[in-house]
């Protein structure tokens, strides 16, 4: 359990000068349509551009090659609006894409590239798992990661 907290620590610890970020803890690695992480992140600079990320930390028993999930966005001067994604989590012989450590695989999706937030104040992004399978198992955690331009 500590060499499992600690590759978790060193994990996200890597925020590449992140303007915010988050990532909460799947259950159980068990993660059913019901559960949607919910992010709030504070704007006080809208004139500036943000690339923002979806990050995914899942075990090499993960089952799929991918992850399809739908971005919630809302906030002052967004709709509330949600896109669909798909992270490609595999190459196609197999080898698990991203950051490693132990039987934990981290892989960060950019969901919006120069993104320019309307106002100042708070936007709420939720991440939903949008898979043909619940509970989806073998998800540690998933998260959202702003990086001011």
Same mark, same amino acid.
């Not at 595999?90 to 106002?119: C, I, M, N, Y």
């Given at each position: 359990?500590? !060499?499992?907290?600690?590759?978790?620590?060193?994990? #996200?610890?890597?925020?590449? /000068?992140?303007?915010?970020?988050?990532? &909460?803890?799947? #259950?159980?690695?068990?993660?059913?349509? !019901?559960?949607?992480?919910?992010? @709030?992140?504070?704007?006080?600079?809208?004139?500036?551009?943000?690339?923002?990320?979806?990050? &995914? !930390?899942?075990?090499?028993?993960?089952?799929?090659?991918?992850?399809?999930?739908?971005?919630?966005?809302?906030?002052?001067?967004?709709?509330?609006?949600?896109?669909?994604?798909?992270?490609?989590? #595999?190459?196609?012989?197999? !080898?698990?894409? /991203?950051?490693?450590?132990?039987?934990?695989?981290? &892989?960060?999706?950019? #969901?919006?590239?120069?993104? &320019?937030?309307?106002?100042?104040?708070?936007?709420?992004?939720?991440? @939903?798992?949008?898979?043909?399978?619940?509970?989806?198992?073998?998800?540690?955690?998933?998260?959202?990661?702003?990086?001011?331009?």
């Amino acid at each position: 359990m500590k !060499r499992y907290l600690a590759i978790l620590g060193l994990l #996200a610890s890597c925020s590449d /000068g992140a303007f915010y970020e988050k990532n &909460v803890a799947i #259950a159980d690695r068990s993660w059913e349509y !019901r559960d949607i992480p919910t992010f @709030e992140v504070k704007v006080e600079d809208n004139k500036a551009k943000y690339d923002i990320y979806i990050n &995914v !930390r899942h075990t090499n028993q993960y089952d799929f090659s991918n992850l399809f999930l739908l971005l919630h966005q809302q906030g002052k001067g967004i709709k509330d609006t949600a896109y669909r994604h798909e992270i490609s989590l #595999a190459e196609l012989d197999g !080898r698990w894409k /991203g950051k490693t450590a132990g039987s934990l695989v981290e &892989v960060q999706h950019l #969901a919006l590239t120069d993104f &320019v937030f309307p106002d100042t104040g708070s936007y709420i992004f939720r991440i @939903e798992q949008n898979m043909r399978k619940t509970p989806l198992t073998e998800i540690n955690d998933v998260g959202l990661k702003v990086i001011k331009k």
